[in-house]
Structures are given as structure tokens and as C-alpha cells.
């Protein structure tokens, strides 16, 4: 018999696996909130009346307006990602309280 393989990443993976599993929750119900006429209804119809709702929206615009607002999107969701990053970067605390100065010195 062939030796069992240490399961050394499995209490790592259950943990994002939940983690995958709140956030797809918590993105349905916000959908149920955002989108009329979805409340009590499963995942998947909540989604794909999700879409159904997005792509009716979007047939109520312009082409050249549907492109501004996407490129709005767009930039709205960099910047939250790198206001995301940020966030999780840590930052220790130096003594004396300063890194550098403004004119380049230590």
C-alpha cells in the first residue's frame, strides 16, 4: 500500500474554502437587495436574474454612454483594489517615529 500523504495545507484550504463559500452569500444577497423583484428565491435564479436585470439596464443606454459608465467602473474597482492592498499591508512602527524626511535625510 502506497504511504497516505500528509494533509499539510487542508485547515489552510478549509478556511479560504469558507471564506469562498461567505462571500458568494454575501454577494447574493446583496443582489437581493440591488435587484427589484428578487427576494425569496435560490442562488441561482437570484444570479441569473441578476444578469437578466444588468443587461436590461444596459440596453437603456448609449453606446457611447454604456462606455463611459464601464470606464467609471473600471477605475472605481482599481481603486478600491489598491485601497484594498494597502489596507493589508503592515506597517511597524519605527523608533524615534520617522522614516525618512521630505529633503531625502534620516
Avoid at 500528509?6 to 435587484?35: D, P, Q, W
Avoid at 441561482?44 to 470606464?71: G, H, K, P
Wanted: glycine share 6%; with cysteine; aromatic share 6%.
Amino acid at each position: 500500500a502506497w504511504p497516505k500523504k500528509k494533509k499539510v495545507n487542508a485547515v489552510g484550504h478549509t478556511a479560504k474554502e469558507k471564506m469562498r463559500r461567505a462571500s458568494i452569500v454575501n454577494s447574493c444577497n446583496l443582489f437581493r437587495t440591488l435587484v427589484p423583484g428578487v427576494k425569496d428565491t435560490d442562488k441561482a435564479n437570484v444570479f441569473r436574474l441578476s444578469v437578466d436585470y444588468m443587461a436590461f439596464l444596459r440596453s437603456q443606454f448609449t453606446v457611447e454612454d454604456l462606455a463611459a459608465l464601464d470606464q467609471k467602473f473600471c477605475e472605481q474597482v482599481q481603486i478600491k483594489q489598491l485601497s484594498d492592498q494597502s489596507a493589508s499591508l503592515s506597517i511597524t512602527p519605527v523608533e524615534g517615529g520617522v522614516v525618512g524626511s521630505a529633503d531625502g535625510s534620516s
